[in-house]
């Protein structure tokens, strides 16, 4: 939709390159000559500027002629140093592929087998060599590893509070409980996730896993030999040095190595074998509670919990190395044919790999470009004074607030001390947990589908009320009188309801959100800010709980987690833009406009909603963008001269632009689909 920045007569992409598999508006070469032309003439890219520029690195390829692309392809190789004629041939066919992959049935110089696997990328997007598969593998193992860190402790603690004198409900001994349970993400959210980018840029992908997975499985271990509170602390903090980058780095290696069209399924396993791996900590506790104490002083069970943590670690620890390594880091290095060897892997034919390749090559040098001029104490500023990245950091750690402010971990922590609170048995306790990660890893797996067809605001404006209902449900059956069969029932019926809705909600958005929310030029920073405040409030929760449910009652302490999902529903109506299917220049227009507008949407789709239920019609409201708050070819103008219109003009521009359309409720499902 933008003009193209040194020359506003030119042609744009637009949207009309969506017919391109990678969707951009750019025309400029693989060098970014344009970004550079630009910042010659004036001096230094200012903050609309970088914000055009990470748009264009949705592809810098579109636009260019076959001829082009095929001569870039092969100087890319000699340049790499890959020289041999079949690899020439490769790059040379990939760099034409790259640029637009919907002609490359028109490419004769392509063999059957090659045409017949490109096909294949789109009617069978499952059918892949194995070792990327193996690298699914590894990265399903630290998710596991993930979850099974975060659940072990539940049936732990029925134990080892009595045991290190932090077992009573006084005022003391709720808050030390709360503290040693909550160590990992206050490490987390201090420390662990800004070791993130530092870690990758030394050991790499699978470097950052190995090390991760190391600090995960000795701080397991030290765990299962701890006598006291504070020892216990100590172990349980350093955890989440491993937990932290673990987190952040496994989901981008997993993108990095897939296939485009994989890419966002792949990502999304996450989630799920996280779901798998608490489910596997409540079994590991449910296993090691009748083993006796074989004489070990202040017992051996709880210590087997707890260190039985390690194994999937160890297992990650043995396997790293046998995957490749992100291509997409080999080049960050500049070891060009190392990537190059290790798309090979991932690939069945070369020219897959040649096309990845070059592709990637083409994108890192675009956000140099972008970048450039640019420090990053700057870019950590431009979160909060950029508009556009403002109402994404809002949304993203809003959600990332509320991912943990749901309830979910005072059941994936605590459920085996609510459920004995309810009148289980411990052992009862441990199995209805282990019903709650049942149910949370099998109602992950529809996520995959549903995240990119229901889409994310409508996900969570249907699971918060929900999540809202069954927490209080749960929290109200504590009324029932013990005696009744009905009061354990309908507590484990409302947990186990709770999980339902946010395993396919509120559990897989936030981050998969969060990853797309920011231009290019800042997303590492935005996504450690996204990934430290998920971590820094699970450790406000965990801490909290034991003194919560003891000063409020359970039926307190839940109707106040019921009510923050109602907070959670108006903030996502008011405040969360959808970003299913948007490319990264619609994502701007979706985020570059005033919060009052958002505001305002949400409110016309509650009454649209209601007005509809009523009548049976009424005229879908669209949702804002700065292209209609303000138009593209203005828009452009003030990037290229370095000008920004003041807020009274964008406003008075953006009602003549509603007069002119008719508003916004008289626009109908023509103007597009909420």
């Known amino acids: 939709m933008a003009s193209n920045p040194t020359n506003t007569a030119a042609p744009t992409g637009g949207l009309t390159e969506k017919k391109h598999d990678r969707r951009s508006t750019s025309s400029e070469s693989v060098s970014g000559t344009g970004f550079a032309e630009h910042a010659d003439r004036t001096g230094t890219f200012n903050q609309n500027a970088r914000l055009e520029a990470s748009k264009k690195i949705a592809n810098p390829l579109a636009g260019l002629s076959p001829q082009r692309l095929e001569a870039m392809g092969e100087e890319y190789a000699m340049m790499a140093g890959l020289t041999s004629e079949e690899d020439i041939r490769a790059f040379r066919l990939g760099a034409r592929i790259a640029g637009d992959e919907s002609n490359y049935d028109l490419i004769p110089e392509l063999t059957e087998r090659e045409k017949e696997v490109l096909v294949r990328e789109t009617t069978h997007k499952w059918s892949n060599p194995p070792m990327l598969y193996w690298v699914v593998v590894i990265c399903s193992l630290c998710a596991a590893v993930q979850g099974m860190d975060e659940t072990v402790v539940n049936g732990a603690q029925l134990f080892y509070k009595d045991k290190f004198g932090i077992g009573t409900d006084s005022q003391r001994d709720t808050w030390l409980l709360g503290l040693v349970n909550s160590a990992p993400y206050l490490c987390c959210a201090l420390i662990g996730c800004w070791l993130t980018e530092p870690m990758n840029r030394i050991f790499g992908r699978r470097g950052t896993i190995f090390v991760s997975c190391i600090i995960s499985a000795v701080a397991c271990f030290h765990q299962a030999f701890t006598n006291t509170w504070w020892h216990m602390f100590i172990a349980r903090f350093y955890l989440g040095l491993g937990i932290g980058p673990k987190s952040a780095t496994t989901p981008i290696f997993a993108a990095e190595c897939s296939p485009p069209k994989l890419r966002g399924a792949l990502v999304m396993q996450w989630q799920m074998w996280t779901a798998f791996g608490i489910m596997v900590g409540y079994i590991a506790d449910l296993a090691f509670y009748f083993v006796p104490d074989h004489g070990i002083g202040l017992g051996l069970n709880w210590r087997l919990m707890m260190g039985s943590a390690m194994i999937p670690a160890v297992i ?73 990245n403002r109402n994404a950091v809002i949304a993203s750690s809003g959600l990332m607030f509320m991912q943990q402010f749901c309830g979910v971990n005072i059941i994936a922590y605590y459920s085996s001390a609510v459920f004995r609170d309810a009148g289980f048995s411990d052992v009862s306790a441990l199995a209805a947990s282990l019903g709650f990660g049942v149910v949370n890893w099998l109602f992950a797996i529809p996520a995959m589908y549903t995240i990119d067809t229901f889409g994310r605001r409508n996900l969570l404006l249907t699971t918060f009320p929900l999540m809202s209902l069954f927490l209080f449900f749960t929290g109200f059956s504590f009324w029932i009188p013990e005696d009744s069969k009905a009061h354990i029932g309908c507590i484990a019926l409302g947990i186990y309801l709770f999980g339902m809705v946010y395993s396919p909600g509120e559990g897989p958005v936030p981050f998969t959100y969060s990853a797309e929310a920011y231009p290019l030029y800042i997303r590492p920073i935005g996504m450690s800010l996204a990934t430290a405040t998920t971590w820094f409030f699970n450790f406000i929760l965990s801490i909290t709980w034991p003194r919560m449910v003891t000063a409020f009652k359970p039926q307190g302490a839940f109707g106040w987690y019921a009510g923050w999902n109602i ?58 963008s700065a292209e209609m708050y303000h138009g593209d070819a203005e828009r452009m103008n003030e990037v290229v001269s370095g000008q920004q219109l003041g807020e009274g003009e964008r406003e008075k521009r953006w009602n003549k632009e509603q007069e002119r359309e008719g508003g916004i409720m008289g626009r109908g499902d023509a103007a597009g689909k909420v």
Request: hydrophobic letters at 40%.
């Open 316 to 388: 990650v620890v043995c396997l790293a190395f046998l995957c490749p390594e992100s291509p997409r880091w080999y080049l960050s290095k500049g070891r060009h044919q190392d990537a190059f060897g290790a798309l090979c892997r991932l690939r069945f034919e070369k020219v897959q790999a040649a096309r990845d390749l070059f592709y990637t090559h083409t994108l890192l040098e675009a956000e140099k470009q972008a970048m450039s001029g640019v420090k990053k104490g700057n870019r950590f500023k431009e979160l909060f004074t950029v508009r556009r």
């Open 567 to 624: 907070i959670g529903f108006l903030f996502t109506l008011f405040l969360v833009p959808e970003t299913k299917g948007k490319t990264l220049e619609e994502l701007d227009h979706v985020f570059d406009v005033p919060l009052k507008k958002l505001v305002r949407y949400g409110a016309d789709q509650s009454l649209w909603f209601f007005h509809r239920g009523k009548n049976g019609n009424g005229m879908r409201p669209t949702a804002p």
